[in-house]
């Protein structure tokens, strides 16, 4: 029987939830075990999990029993959503509700809950310097996990809120890498300005959270930003045309470019640059490269994410 200390960790298959679960499995050393929750167990990278030594769960966060079940025995929680699966931040919620109830429940001595700032507390419904989506919201994906502490807050669970930033790996997976343009130079699109975007590898924020685990008590009821650079786009272009050997150029275009764009998710993600740009020094404060690099020393910024990662993006 194990004496090690059971993560629970939710998303398991995903870019923070798969993070964490091989930091914790290539640890020989490490004091935890790691249950992976997943929707399909026979997925490669779940099968990939189980033979790294993880205990492989199906679970649902629509089914809240399944939940609890997965919760059952946990030391430890790692609790993510995913907001593009369903483009719902009413679903958000009720899935972040639902990991805090399951956790309650079983006594989890410690939560992570990966989550992002409420925007309306600096941009309210009433300014109309962006538009308000879906009736309630200015930054759904954001607004809907900031709105959802409370759950964690409210029934005194011990954890840990996990502030994250824009993935670096959107370039690779969710089409925001560089596009050839009309004269075949490459691009990158942005409605940043001059502002630093804070950034970060998505493995990078796995072994972060790993960190915080490692550090136990001392860091519950706190929150904890993290980024492994605050870079501007330009420098960023600068970098991408050395590590792809062809020049990249930044693209600078208003947020209300960017919302017109028609792919979904563009009005949100139009809004969520525009906050990026123009709240960038209360963004950048509130991600602490330094605590992020104490709690993985692996952390890396953008030259040396692209080292590794740069033949992975999509060039067209």
Not at 43 to 52: E, F, G, P, T
Not at 135 to 140: D, H, R, S
Request: aromatic share 10%; hydrophobic share 40%; net charge negative.
């Amino acid at each position: 029987m194990s004496q090690k200390k059971l993560i629970t960790i939710f998303g398991a298959t995903g870019a923070q939830g798969g993070g964490l679960a091989r930091a914790i499995l290539s640890d020989k050393n490490s004091e935890f075990s790691v249950r992976a929750v997943t929707r399909d167990p026979s997925s490669d990278k779940a099968k990939a999990l189980a033979a790294m030594g993880a205990e492989v769960v199906e679970a649902d966060l629509a089914h809240p029993e399944k939940v609890k079940k997965a919760m059952e025995g946990a030391w430890g929680a790692f609790c993510v959503t995913f907001f593009w699966a369903h483009f719902s931040p009413e679903q958000e919620a009720a899935e972040a509700k639902c990991m805090a109830d399951a956790a309650k429940a079983a006594g989890v001595r410690h939560v992570i809950w990966s989550t992002l700032e409420d925007t309306r507390l600096h941009v309210p419904l009433h300014d109309d310097r962006m538009p308000t989506l879906m009736e309630k919201y200015k930054v759904p994906h954001f607004d809907a996990k900031g709105e959802s502490n409370r759950f964690f807050k409210e029934e005194g669970i011990p954890t840990t809120f996990l502030l994250t930033s824009f993935y670096w790996d959107n370039m690779i997976y969710f089409g925001l890498g560089p596009k050839r343009g009309a004269d075949g130079v490459l691009a990158i699109t942005f409605p940043m300005g001059d502002s630093p975007l804070s950034g970060i590898g998505s493995g990078d924020i796995g072994k972060c959270a790993y960190g915080i685990f490692k550090k136990g008590e001392s860091l519950i009821g706190k929150t904890i930003g993290i980024a492994g650079e605050h870079i501007t786009c330009a420098e960023m272009a600068k970098s991408m045309t050395k590590a792809l050997g062809e020049e990249v150029r930044y693209n600078s275009i208003s947020p209300e470019t960017f919302r017109s764009f028609g792919f979904p998710g563009a009005e949100d993600l139009g809004n969520m640059f525009q906050y990026y740009q123009e709240f960038a020094k209360e963004f950048a404060d509130a991600r602490d490269i330094k605590m992020a690099k104490e709690l993985n020393p692996e952390l890396q910024d953008f030259d040396s994410w692209l080292a590794d990662n740069a033949k992975k993006i999509p060039l067209s």
